[in-house]
């Protein structure tokens, strides 16, 4: 057995690391209030230009071809700084995977290339729908075909980096009459696609500096190639991917949990009460050790399920176990960070409140925590 | 052009350290390492001068002496852009003294013939100041220190250096020359992905210390410690106008943080 990171995904992850701390750190607390969403893109594009946007991508398509494990890590120490970053360089790793995998030559070498190399500032997964949360085979946009075009309409909502992607992975209903999730695909549609509009961007309580927008079709045309891997195969091309999406997003809720702990037990450090350090206080203590230990095991949990997805062993139970545990790990870890802090903790004249908004979606998007319950359990009831 | 950098590999300075069973230096148990940040501009610099020679074949051989572990601070500086490595493997590096690095670092050089030489000013860790300018010493290389500024131009080296008390002066030397690197030389680059993935097929040439030199020290460390703490701080008291400029004195005179 053996627990060693390799001198590559070390290099990697001090890079991270240090980009974080240097980059994206001071940034991140007025992006989160606001500030100006030009810094964050360019962020994105100096993380492009590093190879940060296509880790698990091959060297032909621009990528880094450095594997699931570093692109974990590399998420975990982008969050520590600014979860808004991370969950987009998360979202556009996840894209650039589902192309990979299902992707004709022609549409990796026109999109990976974009993505990787941030001309594209970002790259968008649209499967959420009003009434398809989730429950995402009831996806209700629907492609039909109409000559060398397919004619999308319909809409989606709570899409990630919707106003600056410049690709979108859309799925959409092309056999009505197919059995339930057997008839959607996957459709790349370029940003500025005539009939696409960009909706309104929530007002969210986390991540705020990512946005999070509606789609609408309206008689969107867009060509026959555009269509991603085969026809009413959508979630089988995107399964693989879709399972890498959630080890990063339990990567990006450890960061956050463990950024929330480095601050909050350096504080107990040195906030004194009734004469002593809080940190002399056993309650202050056992929440150090809860959560500590507990994102420790999170990341046991995520590398390993890392470890086997880039070993190419199936990691489907795995990954959901890694979201789901590191996710509520995280908010756990933000919770008692706050309560360590007391009153300073509430405000934002100290990071953690917003490190606390920032993990509670985790156990929300990319799965809610209840759906990879669902998830682990199948996989475990299908094998007896 | 031939150009040589040497680097170190230096524990993160934020950590604890505690002393050896000898009390000679600081055990590396639980110690997480970092390339020295002197070294970084070292490299940042070596690779620009690379990058110059354009056409002109240039070869850029990184160099650390050390344990295994320094195999990934190598890395990374052939991540950065250098040619090829150089691991004068030495699982006692840490207990010799800038002497027997020095000698250590001559004793390859002097059969490669590199027409410059980068060293960091000092190592965060030991912070003798001494590696570079002993190897200048030991090559017959002319040597430039704490440069804040470098050229090179029809073979010779114009180098900004930083004085005490803020002044600079600028120095002109012939080659081979060693320049030892200070903070703020350049912008060292951050490896790139890519790159650091490609960095696995370069070569690193595995020299053992022992087949190179055989120097004792010259300046034994006999003690490791830390200081008994001083229970207070330092009070100031007077004026709130002439209490910030004696803040900004102290700042400037122990710190880093105004230096630029
Ligand atoms: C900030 C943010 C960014 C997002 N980014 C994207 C994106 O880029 N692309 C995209 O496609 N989507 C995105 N989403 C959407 C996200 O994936 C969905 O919000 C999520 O899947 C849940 O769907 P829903 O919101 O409709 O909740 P619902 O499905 O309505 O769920 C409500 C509650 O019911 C529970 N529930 C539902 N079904 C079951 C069941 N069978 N058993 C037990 N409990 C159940 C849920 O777990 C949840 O607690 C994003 C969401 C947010 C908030």
Redesign the pocket.
């Known amino acids: 057995m053996n627990f060693e990171l390799t001198e590559e995904q070390k290099i990697i992850q001090a890079t991270a690391r240090e980009f974080a701390e240097k980059e994206l750190a001071p940034a991140a607390a007025d992006l989160d209030r606001g500030g100006d969403r030009k810094i964050f893109l360019g962020n994105l594009a100096k993380l492009a230009e590093l190879g940060f946007m296509g880790l698990g991508i091959k060297a032909d398509y621009g990528g880094a071809e450095a594997g699931s494990v570093a692109l974990s890590l590399a998420i975990t120490e982008i969050a520590r700084a600014c979860a808004s970053t991370a969950v987009t360089l998360a979202?556009n790793n996840l894209v650039a995977e589902i192309i990979q995998a299902a992707g004709s030559e022609d549409q990796k070498k026109k999109y990976l290339r974009d993505i990787c190399s941030g001309a594209y500032p970002a790259a968008?997964?649209?499967?959420?729908e009003p009434c398809a949360?989730?429950?995402?085979a009831a996806v209700a946009v629907t492609a039909v075909r109409d000559g060398e075009e397919w004619v999308l309409n319909g809409s989606?909502i709570?899409?990630?980096s919707a106003p600056y992607a410049g690709v979108f992975a859309v799925f959409a209903l092309t056999d009505k009459t197919a059995l339930k999730g057997k008839g959607i695909s996957c459709f790349l549609v370029e940003a500025g696609a005539k009939g696409l509009t960009i909706g309104k961007e929530e007002h969210?309580m986390g991540?705020r500096a990512s946005a999070?927008n509606e789609l609408s079709f309206d008689n969107c045309r867009i060509p026959a190639d555009a269509l991603l891997g085969k026809l009413n195969s959508g979630f089988t091309s995107a399964a693989e991917g879709l399972a890498g999406g959630r080890i990063n997003i339990g990567s990006l809720a450890l960061g956050i949990g463990l950024a929330a702990m480095d601050y909050a037990a350096a504080y107990s450090a040195e906030r004194a009460q009734f004469g002593k350090k809080i940190s002399s206080f056993e309650a202050i203590q056992w929440m150090i050790a809860d959560s500590y230990t507990e994102l420790e095991a999170a990341r046991l949990l995520l590398m390993s399920a890392a470890a086997k997805r880039e070993t190419g062993k199936s990691h489907m139970k795995e990954a959901a176990m890694g979201k789901m545990f590191a996710t509520e790990a995280a908010n756990r870890a933000c919770y008692n960070a706050v309560q360590i802090l007391g009153g300073y903790g509430y405000t934002d004249q100290y990071p953690v409140e917003r490190y606390a908004r920032d993990a509670r979606?985790t156990t929300?998007?990319?799965?809610?925590?209840?759906?990879q319950r669902?998830i682990i359990a199948r996989e475990i009831l299908k094998s007896i | 052009m031939k150009i040589l950098v040497c680097i170190k590999q230096i524990p993160d300075m934020a950590s604890k350290f505690k002393p050896n069973a000898a009390n000679t230096w600081f055990t590396e148990t639980d110690l997480a390492f970092r390339m020295n940040e002197y070294d970084e501009y070292a490299v940042e610099e070596a690779i620009k001068l690379k990058e110059k020679q354009g056409a002109d074949p240039s070869d850029l051989v990184v160099l650390s002496v050390g344990p295994a572990r320094v195999v990934e601070a190598l890395k990374k500086a052939l991540a950065m852009g250098c040619d090829r490595g150089v691991h004068i493997h030495d699982d006692e590096s840490n207990l010799k003294d800038p002497w027997q690095i020095a000698s250590l670092i001559a004793a390859y050089a002097k059969k490669e013939n590199f027409d410059i030489i980068f060293t960091g000013m000092q190592s965060q860790d030991r912070g003798s100041g001494q590696v570079g300018v002993t190897l200048a010493g030991d090559l017959g290389c002319s040597c430039v220190t704490t440069a804040i500024n470098f050229s090179l131009e029809a073979g010779v080296v114009t180098a900004k250096r930083e004085l005490e008390g803020g002044a600079k002066g600028v120095v002109k030397l012939k080659l081979p020359a060693v320049v030892t690197c200070q903070l703020g030389l350049n912008t060292p680059r951050y490896p790139t992905l890519p790159n650091i993935m490609k960095a696995r097929k370069k070569e690193i040439a595995v020299l053992k210390a022992a087949e190179l030199s055989a120097e004792g020290p010259r300046a034994v460390t006999e003690k490791f410690y830390h200081p008994v703490k001083k229970g207070t701080g330092l009070v100031l008291e007077g004026e709130p106008a002439a209490l910030a400029v004696k803040v900004l004195e102290l700042i400037k005179e122990k710190t880093t943080v105004l230096r630029g």
Do not use: W
């Open positions: 979202v968008s997964l649209a499967l959420t949360g989730s429950d995402s989606k709570f899409i990630t969210k991540q999070t979606v929300i998007y990319e799965g809610t925590n209840e759906i669902l």
